[in-house]
């Protein structure tokens, strides 16, 4: 059953409610009067940031500072400064002297922000389709088609001006993985952590050697005083994420800029030269708080951990009949040699990869321009380059590091991003003849 929301156009629709739309929800509210009429649509029932990986004692990779808003506005009352000083916890920050919070906080200030935005989005509406408007002479509006989580046989439409996707990177399991109650990828860890059973000795197996494999491993041993823990990697060891001063420039708005000019052959080198400052790196303290575990184990004649270094899993299994858990084969890379292992639960800490945007866009993909490569070509103001018969505004959070760089999908650059986003936003609308009477963020 399909229903018309409301006969009011939108100026703005955004699609997910994560960090990235909320900064954007902000930074319009924030525009006072020229805020435009903007509703955003989330399929999760409550705002949620990677709930599945709120390990305890798991920390922030950024400064405190790079909130929603400081990098754009520093007065902003949505900072995390505000939320500490709303909670009563500013003093206490500071006195804890540190930059980069937990991330249990963390998502306490996300959703502190998100409950002071209640009019400006939907949960439970997950945006399943988008269909071009033709108006008299080009495409100047959309149709979302919205359907509600909580009864998915009812969808509603909504039509929108222009169009901000922020809907977050996908989980990434190797070819020929099927997740299942033993094959978990990291970004359910914690549900599905919850929901085991209570059983002694468990094996787990953890694929990968980046932060979230690392996290894992030290969790699941230090929560699991019997459990035994297979790390696999390919590489030979957890390496450094580098978050050096110099370094960690690649994540100022300026590198966006540098990145945005260079050739392809410069952006290449970027990523390759920076990519250890977030891609396959753990932080410093996680890889010697699981080295000084292992070793003090070791010490006692324990041996709870056991690396498979330079060792890729090659295939996972449901074990023999009448055993419980998985058969995992792990591929000792540098002679082929193969070894099978069981474990009760294989995590696959494999990553994630940008949402692809173009099979959500539907139709409107035949307006959109690709570059040589077959990417989709964004302007600076992170808005699709389209065809002059599409004059509706597409825009990206996410999905534009192959033009704006590593930051792309990171909380580095929400703020400034947002802002820009809002700015490019307001601009096109102030000379929209077609826009309706502007205010401040209506209810949806
Ligand atoms: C465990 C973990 C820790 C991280 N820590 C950091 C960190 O410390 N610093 C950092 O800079 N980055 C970090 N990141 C990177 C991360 O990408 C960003 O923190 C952030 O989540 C990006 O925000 P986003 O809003 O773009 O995407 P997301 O947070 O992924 O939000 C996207 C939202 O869109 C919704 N959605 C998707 N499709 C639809 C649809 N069709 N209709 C409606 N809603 C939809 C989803 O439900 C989701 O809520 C981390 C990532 C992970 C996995």
Known sequence: MASQETSRTLDVAGIGFGP??????????????EAPNAAFFERSTSFGWHRGMLIDDATMQISFLKDLVTLRDPRSSFSFLCYLQEHGRLVDFINHQILVPSRAEFHDYLAWAAARVPEAVSYGSEVIAVRPVPGDRAVDCVELVIRDVAEPGRTRTRLARNLVLATGLQPALPDGVEPSDRVWHSSDFLHRLA???????????????????????????????????????????YSVADDSPFANRIFDPAAVDDYYLASPAVRESLMRYHGNANYSVVDLDLIKEIYRRQYQEKVAGIHRLRIANVSRVRAVAPAAAGVDGVEVQIEFLPNGDVETVNSDIVIFATGYRPADPLPLLGELADFIELDDEGMLRVDRNYRVVTSEKLTCGIYLQGATEHTHGISSSLLSMTAVRSGEIAESLCADLRHSPARAVTGALRTP
């Open 20 to 33: 990235s739309n909320l900064a954007l929800a902000i930074a319009l509210r924030e525009r006072g009067r």
């Open 195 to 237: 929901e085991l059973p209570p059983a002694p000795e468990r094996t787990f197996t953890v694929v990968g050697a980046g932060q979230s494999a690392a996290e894992i491993t030290n969790h699941l041993l230090g929560t699991f005083p019997d459990a035994r823990v297979h790390a696999v990697f390919s590489r030979y060891g």
